[in-house]
């Protein structure tokens, strides 16, 4: 048996998968976790995170072989880091594709519809006193997506079904694809009315969405997040949403989560989801269900299922 060791408290399926088969620590249940982990650090092989890794705990754990994320999205481990050290990680791709594709789809009518301000419209009573004002539509808008990945072709696919036009933008055009390629963010920005962002977070795509790109997007834009909230620059979108440069935005993530400021949340032009694009009972047994594949996998000897683009895995290696 391996050890193994959960920085956070896991999904059920997780939690139950490895009993009389490895060893695990839990950081979650340890009254002092520094202590855990200068006991049991130099036997760790195996980590299972949902959240960050840094180099600097890597450096504490001197024979791990593997990182398994809970999520697609793996910004908050340190890939690199990673890598240098012969750390394969792994993620939970695919899985949660469709539903969080569905839940960019919910996102963007709810925010172009204002359902959930009429939701509580109706709820506080004024339906009698007056009709919902009437709001801005998805027909006759271009949709421009920010991140052609598994994620955003499978927002592309539905929003066809829909009878909008569809853009993109991304590191590159792509080939098998019969949407409009942007090779800059703004001039997508410009040409579209509603923006959605579902590319990687990280260093790279921190701030991509600042005050020139809401600009740009104008007045009758609709900016949706279902990525990272790093991508977008909070304080900028709150002010281009106060003075209408912008007409409204749904976001499914935040900068400081679970924190999401006081003046974003005071608007009435925002949708805010507390991160569940993934986060049904469905999807959530999938990706639980994959980070113990990869783990069970890699501890029997035959390698990752899912390994990142940072770690690459062949059978040689
Ligand atoms: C989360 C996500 O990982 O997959 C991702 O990248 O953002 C989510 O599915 C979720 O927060 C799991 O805890």
Redesign the pocket.
């Known amino acids: 048996p391996a050890e193994i060791l959960f920085l956070r408290k896991m999904h059920p399926l997780v939690e139950a998968a490895f009993e009389g088969r490895h060893v695990v620590h839990r950081f979650a249940d340890a009254a002092d976790p520094d202590a855990l982990l200068a006991e049991v650090g130099p036997r760790i092989r195996g980590l299972v995170v949902?959240g960050g890794v840094d180099a600097s705990l890597m450096d504490r754990l001197p024979k791990l072989e593997l990182i398994a994320n809970?999520?697609?999205?793996y910004d908050a481990v340190d890939a690199g880091a990673a890598q240098e050290r012969g750390i394969v990680v792994t993620n939970?791709p695919d899985v949660?594709t469709d539903e969080v594709a569905d839940l960019a789809i919910g996102l963007t009518l709810a925010t172009l519809r204002r359902l959930p301000q009429a939701d509580r419209y109706l709820r506080a009573g004024h339906w009698p006193k007056a009709p919902f004002p009437l709001t801005a539509s998805l027909r006759g808008r271009r949709v421009g997506i920010l991140g052609l990945g598994r994620i955003g072709r499978a927002i592309a696919k539905r929003l066809e079904s829909f009878g909008v036009a569809i853009d993109y933008h991304g590191r590159r055009r792509q080939a098998d694809v019969p949407y409009t390629y942007h090779d800059s963010l703004i001039g997508m920005a410009k040409a579209v009315h509603i923006l959605i962002v579902v590319a990687p977070g990280g260093p790279e795509t921190r701030g991509l969405i600042d005050a020139a790109v809401l600009e740009a997007l104008g007045p009758e834009g609709i900016l949706i997040n279902v990525a990272r909230g790093t991508l977008v620059d909070e304080a900028a979108l709150t002010a281009a949403l106060k003075a209408g440069t912008i007409l409204g935005a749904g976001l499914d993530v935040f900068e400081n989560e679970p924190h999401v400021p006081e003046d974003l949340a005071a608007l009435d032009n925002t949708v805010l989801l507390p991160?569940v694009?993934?986060a049904s009972e469905h999807t959530r047994a999938a990706?639980a269900q994959l980070v113990v594949d990869n783990v069970v996998s890699w501890f029997e000897g035959r390698g990752p299922l899912t390994p990142v683009a940072e770690t690459p895995w062949s059978p040689q290696s």
Request: a neutral charge; proline letters at 0%; aromatic letters at 10%.
């Open positions: 949902g809970f999520g697609v999205g939970t949660l991160h694009g993934s990706m």
